[in-house]
């Protein structure tokens, strides 16, 4: 772990990492505008996804008033009368609509039409004039739409634009705002508004702004809540509706303060409160496409078409689809979107602020701190990976992030930025990828010339497909060790000639090495007739110690098959003896500049060439360590107990086992002399010389398992009563010789 963090590719990623979460920072419009692009198009992909294929439904029913090709043809091009519109708000009112609220805005007063007949007829005489403007007031339609707005609950529109001259006049304030005139903020400011005409702006309940916020790309996600006119936060369409519609007296800005900065946190009207970014701006809750909410058309209502149970109760938006007039965005779920609809399902939201979307204050940190978790965990999984293992990985951090993403959208309804994340990611297995695809090649090459000689081919195309690879660092661990010497070989060489020594050699030693290879060891070295082996390096065997006992057990089982197919060549019968020890060693490729070997070294490499030079003394063909009898007993492999010992060049004493074989290979005998020999081993061990004695005796004439031990035992105990005090008897005997 330590040395992959401080790796060249860990480093690289690293900087990719924060080359990607510097993007944030590089104060280019370009930039900028690809990066919310491609940001834009996920949200939508998302808010898509999730849509339900039948749109929610709430008690407050919002529906579209539309003045549409079919009004056109019936009443007449707009725009209208306001007498016309007086009589569609009047009739909306009489069938139970709650608010009204137009995405329109009357900027000009209406001409009256008896004024317009005085100043086109100049040449009438004073009494037809007298006449004529006594009946001017029953055409004021300004008069009359101003006296229907006064007696119904409608919330007209006005436009922010700084390319347009003021004009008309703004309703009262109606949210309060703790600022200071010094301070800054990030709510839109405008400097110029086109309003009502003030005698139908005084009568109506109330006004709000119909601005969209188009984002870099067209495309309408988010709608502002709030703008700022000449430091007056001033209300959206939508949000003044929402409002009316509560019987809040006014909305309350919730801000904070930091230095001289004041970031808008949300709205809070009625028992509503409306969380916002600090532009005061909140995602859209679209139902659906377009036409989600139900459309009658304008001239159907003012034709008394449309029932009243239909419209009682409800908040009817009036706006235009004709063409010419259509008011038509480009937004996440449509790019011929109707600009009314928009209004409609922000009202939703402000009455339901549960299907908001929210944009957390803490976004931009959270985006941060998740960018740089997963670069740094990515860099360090990935580092020294192959091609394979590093695509898995990249598809699990995919579906972790992707799935996160979408789990705080769907059930939290929280809206994270996901783009970033997605191109760290693929940056980083393109990166690592490449890496990994030119390391593996490189490592196949060293892997094969490294092991050709030490592990069998299947082993070395194991080894090359592991993601980790192999090295050559030295280290310690865990590990098994194997010697095998063929008995008195130097007597046996002396009836070969050079040639018959050297088939000899090679037969046995290659079937030897094909039963090491098969139990996934590594030859170490070969010494004339000795075998060197290793378990648990370069490959990782967790049965390492099993292994080796297994590879001594058909090892012996070679010698008997050899021996036979010798005699036929007139060659000597052989015979081994194997020792092996288990603990930790040191392991790597050690030796000069000059020449260099794949070796093991440590206490443990020792123990096992010593008793493997015992082997003959106690008359057996397999010793092990205690380290590794207590390995193979985990895997029913029965063993005796041989002696407490201490061996040449070693102080300590250690304990030394034959392997018999496995439990259910051995017969009923067998296993009753092994109980029998580990009682009396133990009475050896603890000075009970007499019953040890006895026992020993019993097991000879048994004769089931090799009796050599029992003859050394039994004449070192009759040494032992005349000479040794059995209370200070430790049951170690010290072996002079290697």
Known sequence: MITSLRSKGFLVGLVITFLVIGLNFIRVDNVQ????????????????????????????????????????????????????????????????VVVVAFDIFFAEPERNAIEVVLSKNQHLDSQSKAQLKQLIGSVNFDQEFAETLGNSEVVLGFLFDDSAQNSGQLPDAVIDWSHEQDQLSEIATFEHVLGNISILQSAATGAGFINSVPESD????????????????????????????????????????????????????GS?????????????????????????????????????????????????????????????????????????NVFEGLIHPEILPVELDITVALVFTLLLLTGFILAMLMTNQGPMRILIISLVSFALHISFNWYCWWALKISLPLFQVILLITLLTIYYGAAGFVSENANRKKIKNMFDQYVPPAYIEKMIRSAKGVELKTERKEMSVLFADIRDFTTLSEQFTPEELSDFLKEYLSEATAII??????????????????????????????????????????????????????????????????????????????RKAYTVLGDAVNLGARIESLTKYYGVDILVSSSTFEDITQHNVICRKMDRIKVKGKNTAVEIYQPIGFEADLTDAIKADVILHEVAIEHYLTGNFIEAQEMFTQLKQNANLPITIY????????????????????????????
Do not use: C
């Open 272 to 344: 509503h409160f409306i969380p916002t970014n600090e532009k005061g701006q909140i995602f859209i809750p679209y139902k659906g496409r377009e036409r989600s909410f139900q459309y009658i058309s304008a001239t159907d209502v003012l034709n008394d078409r449309v029932e009243h149970d239909l419209l009682d109760g409800s908040v009817a938006f009036i706006g235009t689809s004709a063409v010419g007039l259509a008011d038509l965005r480009t937004t996440s779920v449509g790019v011929q979107y109707p600009g009314v609809e928009v209004h409609a």
């Open 517 to 594: 290879f098969n139990n996934k060891g590594t030859i170490d070295k070969y010494v004339g007739d000795m075998i060197m082996a290793l378990w648990n390096a370069p490959l990782e065997d967790e049965n390492h110690a099993v292994n080796a006992v297994i590879s001594a057990m058909q090892l012996i089982s070679l010698t008997e098959v050899l021996s036979e197919q010798f005699k036929e060549k007139n060659w000597p019968a052989i015979r081994v003896g194997i020792g092996i020890s288990s603990g930790e060693m040191v392991v790597g490729d050690m030796g000069s500049t000059y």
């Open 33 to 96: 505008k690809l990066l919310q692009r491609i940001e834009g198009i996920l949200y939508d992909a998302r808010l898509v996804a999730t849509l339900s294929e039948k749109p929610r439904q709430f008690d407050e029913q919002v529906i579209i008033i539309d003045i549409d090709e079919k009004s056109m043809r019936e009443q007449g091009r707009y725009p209208w009368s306001r007498s016309k519109v007086s009589d569609l708000v009047t009739k909306l009112m009489d069938a139970g």
């Open 218 to 269: 067209g495309f309408i996600r988010k709608a502002s809540l709030v703008l700022n006119y000449q430091g007056q936060l001033y209300p959206s369409l939508a949000l003044e509706a929402a409002r009316v519609y509560t019987l809040a007296d006014n909305i309350e800005a919730k801000s904070k303060v930091s230095g001289d900065t004041t970031w808008l946190q949300g709205l809070s009207f």
């Open 711 to 738: 003859s050394i035992l039994i004449e070192r105990i009759a040494n032992l009563i005349d000479n040794v005090d059995a209370t200070n008897w430790d049951g170690v005997y010290t072996h002079e010789s290697k």
